[in-house]
């Protein structure tokens, strides 16, 4: 397989199904298309139909959503998702939410690995964006805290779609609760994601 991804900087959709790949084993191949850049549409169109990244090639077959090829990974690798079918039908929900919705986050807290931007002050619908993402990570940890580290105790996709979300809250120094705090260091302690870290420092310190 390959996944062509987007920045690790600044692609926080890019990062979503590249977690899932590497925390299911798989074999695969990253393709790197650096973003805004006069050539980068066309680089991208050599392998996404939408134009758009990321996009995974498993031989004849073309996943071109961060979701969607998730979901696809997860067809592979069914533990991606929550045995539980209770469980599982929620992590499906939380995910899509994550998937469609937090639009005023995404638009004034955007993804920005290696920076520093502490927010003092943030608009009410970002406020309200970051109470229910605590209020899901909360949530999640206070039903599943004995059965591992992460939102439903093991690793599952929906870690993977709001690993983003990790990254946005470093930057701009959101503060968490606890058990929302403890996720994030579960996330953080997780080679791939240090491994994305640091994608990240090479792009940026290289121009």
């Given amino acids: 397989m390959k996944l062509v991804i987007g920045d690790h900087n600044y692609s926080s959709w890019s990062l979503r199904p590249w977690l899932v790949l590497k925390q299911s084993g798989l074999p695969f191949e990253k393709v790197s298309i650096r973003l805004r850049e006069s050539t980068t549409k066309a680089e991208i169109l050599k392998h996404s139909p939408s134009g758009k990244v990321p996009c995974l090639i498993d031989s004849q077959t073309v996943v071109w959503d961060s979701l969607a090829i998730c979901e696809y990974i997860a067809e592979k690798v069914p533990a991606l998702w929550p045995a539980d079918s209770k469980s599982r039908a929620e992590a499906r929900s939380i995910s899509a939410e994550m998937h469609s919705g937090f639009v005023a986050l995404r638009h004034m807290l955007p993804m920005d690995v290696t920076a520093s931007k502490p927010h003092t002050t943030r608009t009410a619908d970002v406020e309200a964006d970051i109470a229910r993402i605590v209020d899901i990570w909360e949530s999640c940890r206070s039903r599943f805290v004995d059965a591992g580290p992460f939102l439903f105790g093991r690793f599952t996709i929906a870690d ?15 503060d968490l609760p ?5 996720w994030v260091d579960a996330m953080l302690s997780l080679p791939a994601m240090q491994e994305w870290r640091a994608g990240a420092q090479a792009e940026t310190a290289g121009g």
């Fill in 178 to 182: 606890a058990a929302s705090r403890k």
């Fill in 160 to 174: 993977a779609m709001f690993a983003p979300v990790v990254w946005r809250f470093i930057t701009y120094e959101v």
